[in-house]
Structure formats: C-alpha cells, structure tokens
C-alpha cells in the first residue's frame, strides 16, 4: 500500500464496538482509496460506519486491523504528522457558542500554533470567504445553523490542512443553506486544491458534489466509482409505479413478477420499482397487466438508475429503508 498520487488510502479497516454478546463489528473491512484534489463522499445510511472510518482517518480512534494513509502518512505511525496535514470538522458542532465567529477561529488557530496576528489575519481571510464577516463580532451561539456550520469548516481550514474531512457536513440544514455549503465545498478543491472527504445520508449530496464515492453498508463498501459510472453499471431503466396502498402494491408486484421484461422488482411501501432494459419499450406490456389484475396506478415514471438504484443493487433494500431501519437500532441501542 504505497500508492503517491492517492490522497488517502484505507486498506482493510476494522473496528468492533462493545464485548461479547453486545459486539457491534462497526467496520468489517472498509477499503478505499481517494486522488487528491477531489471531492470524495462516502455515502451510507445511519449506522454503515461512516463516522468510525473518518475518526480512523483523522487519527481520534485506531482500527484493529488494515492500514490507512492520509497524504502519503500512516496514521498508526505517525499520527501527529498526520493532524498537522488535515481539519476534521466532525458531525457534532465544534465551535464555542458564547465566543464570537472572530474569537472562535483565532482561538483555534492560536491552539494549533498560530501567532495572534497570523491567526487574526486568516480568521479574517476565512470570514470573507464564507460570507461571514458581518456577523464576525457577534456570539456564534445566535448565528442560523447554516452559518454555524461554515464556522465549523472555517475553523477546520485555519491551519490550511491538505485534505480536510467534513461527517455529515449538511445534516440538519434547509436545502438553501445545504446548496450554499455545496458551493463553498466545492470552491474548496476547485480553488484551492484541496481533497474533501465527506460523509453523508443524502444520495443527492453524494450524487452532486462527489466527482467518485463509496456506498458504504453495514461496515462494508458495497459500490465504488463515479456517480455517473455506478449508475451507468446498471444497464436498463427504472419504472416507477405510484399505488394506492400496500395491497395493490403487492398485487402489482405479483403481475410485473410474471412479466419477461421485468427483470427486478421491489416495492416500498406504496411505491413499486421495476427493472428493465427499455422502458418506453416494456410500458404497455406492464399497464396492460396491471390493468389484467385490476391495479389502479396514481403515477408512472421511467427514469435513468439514480444513485438509489446503485444502492438498491448491492444492498440489497432501498435507501431510505436502510436508514429507517438503522436508526430504530441507533435509538434503541441509545
Ligand atoms: P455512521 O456514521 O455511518 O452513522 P458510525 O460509524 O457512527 O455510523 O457507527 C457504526 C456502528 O458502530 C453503529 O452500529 C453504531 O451504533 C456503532 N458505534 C459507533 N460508535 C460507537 C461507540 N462508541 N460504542 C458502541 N457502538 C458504537
Ligand atoms: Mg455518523
């Protein structure tokens, strides 16, 4: 594992949780590898290990077995060279809400030795760049959740790290305040040369933001590539059939199961899926027997395979599903 031109690098990574009968295998062997100057996202639902894998990286827990580099360094050996080449802006708000956003980034910048001046000059040089100058003098703790978060980011780019990770950067947010920070995070491996890892539940993000990804699920990757690649790995169309309830669903599920074009369904809820090689093509076959098995439809659509389709594939449940199972688990077990 000596690749150069990789900006980081995960071999193998597992981690297990807890003892005994209450074990949870977190990572089951997570590997990986990013180019520099990229956005990288890994993508999965609550629970898939997401966090442990960027805590790994960023030095703040150590795996039991597999490697990892961060910028050429190892982790395990040399992890104080390590935190001086990256910000890790973790899930949690890091910053001080009674401080000012002025006081919040000089502080930090001072704690990874910055002088007062250098610190002041980049906290000012930050503040412009993410449109927070005019709030600079007021407590961080009455800034909106948007701005708050780009403190966050802010104080993880202080020290100007190489590769900068971001868990779950836009968790919570409006989808204005989402879309900002997509700008801003893209501005920062476009203009500066950085490499971003981010992790995060939203296919969406994943799908705009990320130029390659790994699906992670349940401690492993299950997909890797270019959101554009990963959906074009899957040939054929996606139809999607809106229905009254979960009894014509399953009716309908019966009917398409009987169809030679179909060569997968699944249903969600009221929601049916099917896949198949056209799907301007298979439509009338698949109306005439819905029609057959007295099925009312309240919506079609045939769509390219989304990222939810990727997931689909090599999960083996849809997305939203995962993420609603997991986090019953995560509360349970809280
Ligand atoms: P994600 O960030 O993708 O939501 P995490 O990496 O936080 O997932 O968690 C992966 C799994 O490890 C989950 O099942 C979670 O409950 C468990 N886990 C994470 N941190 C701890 C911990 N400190 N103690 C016990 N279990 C943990
Ligand atoms: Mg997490």
Sequence with gaps: MSAPDRAIEAVDLVKTYGRAARKVRALDGVTFSVRPGIVFALLGPNGAGKS??????????????????????????DP?????????????PAFDP???????????GRLHGASAATARRRAGELLDRFDLAPAARRPAGTWSGGMQRKLDIAMGLMHRPRVLFLDEPTTGLDPEA?????????GLTRQDGLTVLLTTHYLEEADQLAAELVIVDAGRVVAAGSPDQLKNDLAGDTVRLGLADRTQ??????????????????TDGAVLRARVADGAAA?????????????????????RPSLDDVYLRHAGRS????????????????
């Design 249 to 266: 669903a399953a009716r309908a599920h019966r009917a398409m199961g009987g169809l030679p074009a179909v060569t997968e369904v699944d």
């Design 319 to 334: 997305f939203a599903d995962a993420d609603r199972t997991s986090a019953v688990r995560e509360e349970v077990r809280s």
């Design 178 to 186: 989402r879309r900002e920070l997509w700008t801003q995070i893209s």
């Design 52 to 77: 442990t894998t960027v805590r790994i990286l960023a030095t703040l827990s150590s795996p039991e077995a597999g490697q990892a580099r961060v910028a050429g360094v190892d982790v395990r050996r």
């Design 283 to 303: 439509l009338p076959a698949m109306l005439a027997a819905l029609h057959t098995a007295a099925v009312e439809l309240t919506a079609v659509s045939v769509a």
């Design 98 to 108: 009674v401080g000012t956003g002025l006081e919040n980034l000089v502080l930090h």
């Design 80 to 92: 104080a060279r390590v935190r001086r080449l990256i910000g890790y802006v973790s899930q949690k």
